[in-house]
Structure formats: structure tokens, C-alpha cells
């Protein structure tokens, strides 16, 4: 059996949670103690990746050979004068090399993690960026996605901005969100001002993308040119991660009550799950509270491990973890409450 | 050159693997150069996009807060001096 790993970054450090049968777990940490730890991922190399953001210090990325021994990258992402980087959202592997999405709103590649990170100009200084504007969690680019297919394919999601893609390798980027319900519109540029919280790529067919935003659900059979609504058994619209299940392409998400209230509804948890491109929902919700269970989860906090059965593991903002061995069907509690959960990666070693 | 120590705080001191950093060097500045030199990753934790100290980030020439001082970080070392940094502690 392959041990499974979860990296957990909180408001306050990182943790690890080590399991050898992924039900039975231990913690070890803090990592990064008193650090906010926003962000992980691996390299194409097997090298660990983690950022740290702090009011006082600013964002910092790390690097690891065992995700024990960490050691800050030298040249990591930097705006340098005139733009401020407040937080790394996201470090994700493509075939060429790794993006970080930061707030302010960009992206940065580096064909190598230690850097140097160079920033991705064609986004970053879009023809739109000066009506770019922040959602509650602000001017955030958090995830990037490549067609496992076509490298000279990505997509980028920024919050409350909308989806990305290029089509050449990271040169140029155009708004994808024809079809999705506007958050916040501009005057001139109709093509943004679109919420995206949550996006994922079916991995059995990259023409078929899945999408959290602000104001719903959406699916798109067409690489993300347009999206169709695609909610139904859904108890909401609002929510924040989705995440797909490598082998059987099942997605999954944790709908939330509103952009009001940001809760699960009527206090019952649940994951939901779709095992038909997003066509229909169904709740996850053995082992999960059912009363009084008020926990939110944000756009980092869930992953998979690619096992078969899929791990499926998410943490909330009440400083809980909860993993499934079983795609979702049953849930477990490692025994610990942290801080708040911003990010949880599942490494299998 | 003057003989001077920087004293970081705990939170960054556990990023670098030092509490207490001995560098020699001329002028506050010099001696933040000197640190960030030894701990390139300090570079982006103590200083903005600008250049500047960050905002919240504090510097204490012996017992006199660098800002306050008509120098700034050009104030002159003398050897044994003490630097520390600090956490401006804002809110609660």
C-alpha cells in the first residue's frame, strides 16, 4: 500500500498527516510555525513546494526533498516596484515547468522551482487588468490547469476576474466566460468581471472543464469557449474547491449557503459528487456532521490522491480534517483541530 | 567595518536557522545587505518591491527605532552595536 501524505496549511503553520492505510492517521508539525502557509505542490522532479504569506513579511515559497526540511527559494516570484504580491495561491507542475498564481492577480513560470520565477507578462499586464477587480478574498490568480494533451494549453482562473486560457504556450490569454452569470460588471469589458472560485479539468477529455463560481455551478464541453449551468442536486450555488478524481473523472465540491452566509446548509455537511460530468449531484455525507455542522471549506482546501479507490480529503475553516478512502462514501477525522485550513495537498509517496 | 550582531525575531529566526547573525559592516544598511546576503530569503520577508524596509517591519539600532533617526539606515555602526528587528505589533 502507498503511503499517502496530507500536507495542511493553516493561518498559523503547516501540517503533516501520514497515513500508510488511509485510515488510520498521525500528525506531525507545525511546519512554517506561526506562518500563514497558503499553497503546495510538486515539481515534475518530485521536489516539494510550499508558500508562506505573512502580514508583517510578505510571501515566501520553500522547497523540500521530504516535506520536512524546507529551504526558501532565493529568487522566487516578485513584482518588483509598482505592484505589490501580497500571497502565492497556487504552485502548479505542467510538462514545462511550474506557474504560481499570486495576489495581486498574475502568474509566474519557472522552468526550474529554485527559480528564477519570471513573470507570465501576457496575463499579467492584459489588455483588461486595469478593470480587474478583487472578490472578498481578493485579487487572486489561483489556479492553473494544463491540457495533459497539448502543453501550449492552460487555463487560469483569477477571483473576480474569470477564467484564462492560452493557447500558445503562455504568450496570450483570453477570457473564457461566455455563459457564466456576471459578478461584477464593467463598463467597457463585458468578457470579465466573472467570479471563479473553483476550476477543474475532466481527465478523461480536456475539452470538458468544470467550474465553482460565485454564482453557480457551470460545465463547459468546449475547452471553456462557453458553459452551460450545471447544478442539478446541488443544495447551493456558492461554494469553493472542486476537484475530479483522476481515474473515474468523478468531481466533487462542497456547496456553501449563499455568498451571504458562506455555510453549509441547514448546518448539514456534506460533500457532493458527480459521476456524470457535472450533469447531476449527489451528497457524500456518512461520517460528516448532519446537525449544528457549520464548517466551510475554502478554494485550496480539498484534494484527491489519484488512488484507486480515490482518497478525497478536505479542510475546513474550523481547523478540521476529513478524508475518504472510498471516493466520498464514508468519512473520517484524523484526531486533531488546527488552525484554519487554507490549503490541503495529497502526496502519495 | 564595526563588529555588529542582528537580532532577529523567533518567527523568522526559524526560517533561517539563526536567532543572533554577526556581520561586519559600516552603516545599518550595510549590515542588512550583509544579512540578506548570508539569508538571501530574508531579502523578500524585511523589504518591499521598493526597497523599503516593509511597513510593519521595524529596526532598532541599539535602543533607537532606525525610522526615527535623520539617517534612517545610513546611521554609522561602531563595533559591538546591536540591531535588532521587530514586528510592529498592530491590532489585536
Not at chain 1, 64 to 75: E, P, R
Not at chain 2, 4 to 14: D, E, N, R
Amino acid at each position: 500500500m502507498k503511503k499517502v501524505v496530507l500536507f495542511v496549511g493553516t493561518e498559523k503553520g503547516a501540517f503533516l498527516i501520514r497515513s500508510r492505510d488511509r485510515y488510520n492517521w498521525q500528525l506531525e508539525g507545525p511546519l512554517f510555525k506561526g506562518w500563514k502557509v497558503t499553497a503546495a505542490g510538486r515539481s515534475p522532479d518530485g521536489r516539494f513546494l510550499a508558500a508562506s504569506a505573512s502580514y508583517v513579511y510578505g510571501p515566501l515559497l520553500h522547497i523540500s526533498d521530504d516535506l520536512v526540511q524546507w529551504d526558501s527559494v532565493k529568487d522566487g516570484p516578485s513584482y518588483g516596484e509598482g505592484r505589490k504580491l501580497e500571497q502565492i495561491w497556487t504552485v502548479a507542475a505542467t510538462r514545462r515547468g511550474l506557474y504560481a498564481g499570486v495576489a495581486e492577480a498574475g502568474l509566474f513560470f519557472a522552468a526550474d522551482p529554485m527559480g528564477p520565477w519570471k513573470p507570465v507578462q501576457g496575463l499579467n499586464d492584459h489588455p483588461t487588468r486595469a478593470a480587474w477587480q478583487p472578490g472578498l478574498g481578493g485579487l487572486c490568480a489561483h489556479v492553473v490547469l494544463e491540457n495533459p494533451e497539448n502543453p501550449d494549453q492552460l487555463w487560469c482562473g483569477i477571483s473576480a476576474v474569470g477564467v484564462f486560457r492560452t493557447d500558445d504556450g503562455g504568450k496570450t490569454w483570453h477570457p473564457r466566460n461566455r455563459g457564466v452569470t456576471v459578478a461584477i460588471e464593467d463598463k467597457d469589458h463585458k468578457d470579465i468581471g466573472f467570479c471563479v472560485h473553483g476550476l477543474a479539468l475532466n481527465p478523461h477529455n480536456p475539452a470538458v472543464l468544470y467550474r465553482q463560481d460565485h454564482l453557480g455551478m457551470f460545465r463547459s464541453d468546449d475547452a471553456g469557449d462557453t458553459w452551460q449551468r450545471s447544478n442539478a442536486g446541488l443544495p447551493a450555488d456558492f461554494g469553493f474547491p472542486i476537484v475530479t478524481d483522476p481515474d473515474t473523472g468523478a468531481v466533487y465540491a462542497y456547496p456553501l449557503h449563499s455568498d451571504e452566509y458562506r455555510l453549509p446548509v441547514g448546518g448539514a455537511m456534506a460533500v457532493y459528487r458527480s459521476t456524470d460530468q457535472a450533469r447531476s449531484w449527489a451528497p457524500l455525507a456518512r461520517g460528516l456532521m448532519q446537525e449544528g455542522g457549520y464548517a466551510s471549506v475554502l478554494r485550496g482546501a480539498m484534494d484527491v490522491d489519484g488512488l484507486s479507490p480515490c482518497g478525497v480529503y478536505f479542510g475546513t475553516s474550523s481547523g478540521t480534517v476529513h478524508c475518504s478512502a472510498d471516493g466520498g462514501d464514508s468519512w473520517q477525522q484524523p484526531d486533531c483541530l488546527l488552525p484554519r485550513i487554507l490549503c490541503i495537498k495529497a502526496f502519495v509517496l | 567595518m564595526a563588529h555588529v550582531t542582528i537580532h532577529l525575531p523567533s518567527i523568522l529566526a526559524s526560517l533561517v536557522g539563526e536567532r543572533v547573525v554577526p556581520v561586519d559592516a559600516a552603516s545599518v544598511a550595510g549590515a542588512l545587505e550583509a544579512l540578506t546576503a548570508r539569508h538571501p530569503a530574508l531579502g523578500q520577508a524585511l523589504f518591499d518591491e521598493s526597497g523599503a524596509l516593509r511597513e510593519h517591519v521595524l529596526c532598532f539600532h541599539n535602543k533607537e527605532n532606525t525610522h526615527w533617526h535623520a539617517q534612517g539606515l545610513g546611521q554609522k555602526l561602531l563595533a559591538g552595536d546591536k540591531l535588532t528587528i521587530l514586528q510592529a505589533v498592530t491590532g489585536g
